[in-house]
């Protein structure tokens, strides 16, 4: 009997050892919920931007920020702010300098202030495809140009499209470059964007993305170079009477981290962070081109603005009168980032 209540009670002693053995395996295996610490406990990135969320850049940041969250169980939390809301046009590159924010992808023309040489993806007819510009920008040429802003408290980990170019006017159709000539243009920071518009005749306003409808409404601008994304998300086309089809020139954002932020990371969610970003940039260059071809289709079958379609001779005239923007761009600067160029390569 007395051996029958020793062996009982090993018994018990197993059971308990392996149940709690079991209860030790299981919390080490379950992934820990992050969400439930305070921000000061998790890492916050602060995302400004200024398009809608219904943009490649605003479908990207959205993505960016879920699957984050989820790769990292909430332990990284970035909160998106998109139209302007929480910084303007003109006053984002500065929260980010100053790591109010820790994160921003503006366009790369409005990084011309900072690093002037990078206005090369401004030039006109510098890439023929999104492969072209996507190349270039991993190329040693592409990665000098943003290695240029490390000294800006600024590092740039991705490339993300918007996509190729078009124009917009209210006045007459835009068929030859010379339909230009006196026409009032809005554009973005960019030295080269100015010298491509006075070539052909036209003058340039300086005005921020999100004030641009104001300004078509109130008739201060004639007219507009933007990605089809951007120029539908604003309404734009409710604005202006004619569209060009020219894919004339490259719009693109650079992800940019606050330096000082992305050096105080640990080396495990930096490589995190990098891993999600290339996830990303990869489904944002496929997002962007769908989309664009998605608005060319509504635009067309709304038969609400006139239609105008650049064919390959038409572009290559265009692309010879544009010719005194490189020479522009040549004497200014680099040759480097010229000759790197893949029309200049091959």
């Given at each position: 009997m007395k051996k029958l209540q020793i062996i009982a009670r090993l018994s018990i002693l197993l059971v308990i050892f392996l149940v709690l053995n079991a209860c030790q395996t299981a919390s080490e295996n379950y992934p820990i919920d992050y969400e439930q610490l305070?921000?000061?406990?998790?890492?916050?990135?602060?995302?400004?931007?200024?398009?809608?969320?219904?943009?490649p850049k605003g479908m990207a940041a959205r993505k960016f920020a879920e699957l984050l969250k989820e790769r990292s169980n909430g332990f990284i939390e970035v909160q998106v702010f998109s139209n302007g809301k929480l910084y303007k046009d003109g006053e984002e590159m500065e929260a980010l300098q100053r790591g109010d924010?820790?994160?921003?992808?503006?366009?790369?023309?409005?990084?011309?202030?900072?690093?002037?040489?990078?206005?090369?993806?401004?030039?006109?007819?510098?890439?023929?495809?999104?492969?072209?510009?996507?190349?270039?920008?991993?190329?040693?040429?592409?990665?000098?140009?943003?290695?240029?802003?490390?000294?800006?408290?600024?590092?740039?980990?991705?490339?993300?499209?918007?996509?190729?170019?078009?124009l917009s006017n209210n006045v007459r159709p835009i068929t030859h470059y010379s339909d230009l000539k006196g026409l009032q243009m809005r554009i973005m920071p960019s030295d080269i964007l100015h010298k491509q518009f006075t070539t052909v005749g036209s003058s340039t306003k300086?005005?921020?993305?999100?004030?641009?409808?104001?300004?078509?409404?109130?008739?201060?601008i004639d007219g507009q170079e933007n990605t089809l994304s951007n120029f539908t998300s604003k309404s734009m086309y409710t604005l202006q009477n004619y569209l060009t089809i020219s894919n004339h020139g490259y719009l693109g954002y650079f992800v940019l981290f606050n330096l000082e932020f992305w050096n105080s990371l640990s080396p495990d969610v930096k490589l995190l962070i990098h891993e999600v970003l290339v996830e990303v940039e990869q489904w944002?260059?496929?997002?962007?081109?769908?989309?664009?071809?998605?608005?060319?289709?509504?635009?067309?079958?709304?038969?609400?603005?006139?239609?105008?379609?650049?064919?390959?001779?038409?572009?290559?005239?265009?692309?010879?009168?544009?010719?005194?923007?490189?020479?522009?761009?040549?004497?200014?600067?680099?040759?480097?980032?010229?000759?790197?160029?893949?029309?200049?390569?091959?």
């Open positions: 305070s921000e000061d406990e998790r890492i916050v990135i602060r995302f400004s931007h200024v398009v809608g969320e219904d943009t924010v820790q994160m921003i992808a503006p366009a790369t023309s409005k990084l011309t202030k900072l690093i002037p040489e990078i206005a090369i993806y401004d030039l006109p007819f510098a890439f023929r495809s999104y492969d072209e510009i996507h190349e270039y920008s991993k190329s040693s040429a592409g990665r000098h140009l943003v290695d240029k802003l490390e000294a800006h408290n600024l590092i740039a980990l991705s490339i993300w499209d918007s996509g190729f170019k078009q300086l005005i921020d993305f999100n004030n641009v409808f104001n300004e078509l409404q109130k008739s201060t944002e260059w496929a997002a962007a081109e769908k989309l664009n071809k998605e608005k060319l289709n509504e635009i067309e079958e709304c038969q609400c603005i006139d239609i105008e379609y650049l064919d390959e001779g038409s572009m290559e005239e265009w692309e010879q009168a544009m010719l005194p923007v490189y020479d522009y761009y040549r004497a200014k600067y680099s040759n480097y980032y010229l000759n790197s160029l893949p029309k200049f390569e091959n």
